[in-house]
């Protein structure tokens, strides 16, 4: 495999030390904030039980020397994806850019400043980065769909993309349906996430004892499922994520059963590998501001369009994070 292609990975979290596992062989190199980044593991659970690991040493970061990026992967956080970009443009020439993040339409803030071909990499891996240790949940159901969202673009150039890992722990997929790939995806990051943050605990504390909060739940997903029938967008099924059948469930299950799944901390807790949620962890825990903007914030692009759970949840949140700033 050929080491010439420059790749750099902007951003070190889970996402960005995943891309660097699965890149490996090109031998990435990462732009980051931090002035070092440590030695770390990466670990494949099944059931949450290790089943392999694979150390990864003497990471190169990004100098000056460096004068074309073939490939920048984008894998910060998704209010600072224009920053990361903005800085990283000034010193260097990028020829296509990958986007990595979670929500919809950041493509809106990047397509102005970077006039080249850009990818979007959609990402189905369940994984957690702490203690210099990414852990990999269930890596049978990791997924990578690439689209492509660049200026007047069709998505055939999705065949462009040169760039090979190996799929024994990331199957590597193409859609041309960017919409329906993103709104999938966003769906099934809302599931057990943002409802809970907004009572200020983990979904198998808040749901159990609150009926108020499934409702709330049930009626923010369905909202966005009956948005994509109107809009004519079609369900993606992932890998070992079947969006139609979801879809199904949330918009006519009987609420008493909707009520009784949800009333279970044992099954809640198998639905996400016993993962915290990552809106829980950036609001409660680390009580930072989140990615809602880009979760719900959308929709008032869409007005036409009530969606008053949206609306509702996304001003709870935001309301959340202003009282953080004191």
């Known amino acids: ?27 990435p190199i990462v732009y ?32 000056n020397n460096v004068k074309k990026i073939d490939y920048l992967f984008l894998c910060s956080k998704s209010y600072d994806t224009k920053l990361y970009l903005e800085n990283i443009l000034r ?28 990818y979007y990499l959609t990402l189905t891996t369940g994984m957690e980065f702490k203690d210099n240790k990414l852990l990999i949940y269930n890596p049978t159901k990791s997924q990578a769909v690439l689209t492509i969202v660049s200026n007047n673009s ?8 040169r760039l090979c890992w190996d799929e024994r722990y990331c199957v ?14 966003l769906i099934l990051n809302l599931v057990l996430n943002v409802v809970p943050a907004c ?15 499934i409702k709330i739940e049930r009626d923010l ?29 949330y918009r006519y299950c009987p609420f008493v059963i909707f009520k009784g799944i949800y009333s279970s901390p044992t099954i809640l807790k198998f639905i996400r590998d016993n993962r915290v949620p990552s809106f829980y962890k950036d609001l ?19 007005e036409q369009y009530k969606m008053p759970t949206v609306k509702m949840v996304y001003q709870q949140i935001k309301k959340m994070e202003q009282s953080l700033k004191g």
């Open 32 to 63: 980051t904030r931090r002035g070092s980044i440590s030695p770390y593991e990466v670990s494949f659970l099944h059931r949450n039980k290790n089943i392999i690991t694979f150390p990864i040493e003497n990471i190169n970061l990004l100098q």
């Open 221 to 249: 997903i369905r909202e966005i499922i009956d948005f994509m029938i109107r809009q004519n967008i079609k369900f993606f099924n992932f890998r070992s994520y079947r969006l139609d059948y979801i879809s199904f469930f």
């Open 284 to 302: 409660i825990l680390n009580k930072n501001i989140t990615e809602v903007d880009y979760y719900l914030g959308w929709y008032k692009k869409f």
């Open 154 to 161: 069709t998505g055939t150039e999705s065949s462009d993309f």
């Open 1 to 27: 495999m050929s080491n010439k292609i420059v790749i750099v990975i902007a951003g070190f979290g889970a996402v960005g030390s995943f891309l660097y596992f699965l890149l490996r062989n090109y031998n």
């Open 199 to 213: 009572f200020g605990g983990l979904p198998w504390e808040i749901f159990p004892s609150n009926p108020e909060a």
């Open 91 to 118: 010193g260097f020439e990028v020829n296509n850019l990958v986007l990595t993040q979670n929500g919809l339409f950041i493509e809106d803030e990047v397509i102005p400043i970077f006039k080249g071909k850009i």
């Open 172 to 185: 590597l997929s193409y859609s041309y349906d960017h919409l329906s790939v993103r709104f999938s995806k």
